[in-house]
């Protein structure tokens, strides 16, 4: 028994609470200030209960997503099914559960790429400096030249109809912003002494990008990034509405809501729920990013 | 524009040498220059820094990298800004081990704790692992010493390192320098526009005006016998107190815009003993006996 406390208190021994002890009024402060804001609490409610319809969604679906039954059409909702049936016969709360996998991924992975494109190429432009920035930035104003939503209709157009496609047409549409943010962030950390002091303790340029400049500019990356999934989502779902991104019978929100375009005005259920699960998810990620803004803000912070 | 020109000085081992100026005289682009980190648009033109024998200037990148840190380190003069704000104190010293001395993290980490308790900062293992906000100024000044020190290099530039600082913790920092000089046995080029701090830290002094070196003495002598009037102007311009109450010196007019310097000897407008031919020619750093430089034409 005693050893089994000399184990406890090693593991949980004087290091470990130290480093408790100097977070807890950093997460305290982040904490309070969140409480202050039922905005954002609202937002990280909607974020936690798409994630977790992400992770859990297909496990509690009552129906198969794909299976027809044409005896089943057009039911109104009913504790049977929640959402009603659509054209089809196919449950709609279990397409719209299934359909929060595809929104995710196309939320996720085209911000993450444009975030890692942007950061080295903003990172490399704003450091470098000289030619190399002229070049970049040059090549980033360029595609910020177009009007996005156009373009990546455009490339998604052209590369053919499919959620893949749609993915990297926002990827193409996205990064120049990150370029340009990390750009201007690394351009004003770069100036300050923290980083002349580095250099003159014999760092090297690539320590510096990444130990010194960048960690310095995560935050307003950070806050960018989470307020795009947000428009991601509804990038995504407006080119599959349109016919650009994911193909019938994807159970892909956006898709759904162009299929039950026709049915909308005898058959209200089609459309709406789909359509209220876009707006919960791109809702959701915008009130979370507004609510980590103000955390993150550093002048809100040391009041 | 030449911010730096005509700057000629040598250092012994373990010798200290104050390098003083008003502002914009071009003491920080010396030592930047000799770091090689002169921020660009800005660049080295022409000259040499010979360090142990070596032109540094004419070195490849990637050597003068190793140099900085490790064979010279330089001390900034605002502590508030010169740490990195998001990693914790400890890790950033012990960055300069896991740089120059190749340690594993945790070795690194140790050697920073013992690091920060030697250059006097109380409770060493808790501090190490705060971030650079929750400490004092003299407390960040203390902890960049102790990375300049670090790997004990052969010289320490130290760019005005009390001049953001209390009065009361400028004599402590200046103390503590000079006792981990002792020990170590480093070099040092100290900054600064107070002629307070050289004279109790430095061995021998060096006057900056616009750009160049314009004398340059052990310190007893440069403050008895001062031979340049720039200099003179400088030493009457401190309030004594041991002297009688009357206004204090002021030296007229003001620091040339170097943009177009003024010909000949670029203090020549503000000078009472101006001669015709200190309009016309620039005069040379010369020795006038017992290792004392000065460059004015009226001591030839």
């Keep these: 028994m005693s050893q089994f406390k000399e184990k406890l208190g090693s593991y949980f021994g004087t290091r470990r609470l130290e480093r408790l002890a100097t977070l807890n009024p950093e997460t305290k402060l982040t904490l309070s200030l ?33 299976k027809l039954d044409l005896s089943s059409r057009f039911l109104p909702p009913s504790p049977a099914h929640l959402f009603g049936t659509d054209g089809e016969g196919r449950d709609i709360f279990s397409r719209v559960l299934y359909g929060a996998r595809y929104s995710f991924a196309a939320g996720m992975v085209p911000v993450f790429s444009a975030v890692v494109m942007g950061v080295i190429l903003g990172a490399l432009a704003g450091f470098k400096g000289g030619k190399i920035e002229d070049l970049l930035m040059r090549i980033t104003d360029m595609f910020l030249a177009f009007p996005s939503t156009i373009l990546a209709m455009a490339i998604a157009a052209g590369l053919g109809p499919s959620l893949t496609n749609a993915m990297i047409a926002m990827v193409v549409v996205w990064w120049p912003s990150y370029a340009r943010l990390v750009r201007g962030n690394v351009l004003s950390v770069k100036e300050t002494e923290y980083i002349e002091a580095a250099r003159a303790t014999g760092e090297t340029d690539l320590n510096l990008i990444f130990r010194y400049v960048l960690p310095n500019v995560l935050s307003p990356i950070i806050v960018m990034a989470t307020l795009d999934i947000g428009g991601a989502i509804l990038t995504a779902a407006g080119l599959s509405f349109i016919g650009l991104g994911a193909q019938p019978p994807i159970p892909e929100w956006g898709a759904m809501v162009n299929a039950a375009r026709i049915y909308a005005l005898e058959y209200w259920w089609l459309p709406t729920f789909p359509g209220l699960a876009i707006l919960v998810a791109v809702l959701g990620f915008n009130l979370f990013g507004d609510g980590l803004r103000d955390v993150l803000d550093p002048r809100l912070r040391r009041v | 524009m030449r911010a730096v020109d005509g700057v000629f000085f040598n250092m012994k081992k373990g010798e200290s040498l104050g390098l003083v100026g008003e502002t914009g005289s071009g003491k920080s682009v010396t030592a930047l220059s000799i770091m090689r980190l002169i921020p660009p648009p800005g660049k080295i033109v022409g000259g040499e820094v010979l360090f142990q024998g070596e032109n540094l200037l004419e070195k490849p990148e990637e050597e003068m990298r190793k140099i900085r840190g490790k064979r010279i380190s330089m001390i900034f003069q605002d ?60 407390m960040r000044q203390r902890a960049m010493i102790a990375m300049a020190l670090a790997s004990r290099p052969d010289l320490l530039i130290a760019d005005e390192p009390t001049t953001a600082l209390d009065v009361t913790i400028q004599a402590q920092i200046l103390e503590l320098i000079k006792d981990l000089r002792r020990e170590v046995g480093t070099s040092m080029l100290l900054i600064t526009h107070n002629l307070g701090v050289v004279a109790e830290t430095c061995d021998r ?18 403050f008895k016998n001062p031979l340049h009037p720039y200099t003179r102007g400088l030493l009457d311009c401190i309030p004594r107190i041991d002297a009688p109450k009357k206004q204090l010196a002021v030296i007229p007019g003001l620091v040339p815009d170097l943009t177009q310097p003024p010909s000949g000897c670029k203090f020549h407008p503000r000078c009472e003993f101006r001669s015709a031919k200190c309009m016309t020619e620039k005069p040379e750093l010369l020795n006038v006996g017992n290792d004392h430089w000065v460059a004015c034409k009226r001591n030839v």
Excluded: C, W
């Design chain 1, 34 to 66: 969140l409480r202050k804001s039922p905005l954002a609490i609202a937002g990280i409610s909607m974020v936690l209960l798409f994630v977790l319809i992400v992770i859990f969604g297909p496990y509690v679906t009552p129906y198969d997503p794909y």
């Design chain 2, 79 to 138: 502590p508030m800004t010169s740490l990195n704000p998001v990693f914790r104190v400890g890790e950033q010293v012990a960055e300069v081990f896991i740089q120059h001395q190749e340690l594993d993290k945790k070795e690194a980490e140790e050697k920073s704790v013992d690091l920060l308790r030697s250059v006097g900062i109380p409770d060493p293992e808790r501090r190490a692992k705060q971030f650079p906000h929750q400490l004092s100024g003299g």
């Design chain 2, 205 to 222: 002094i060096a006057i900056m005006y616009a750009g160049s070196i314009i004398e340059l003495a052990r310190s007893a002598t440069l």
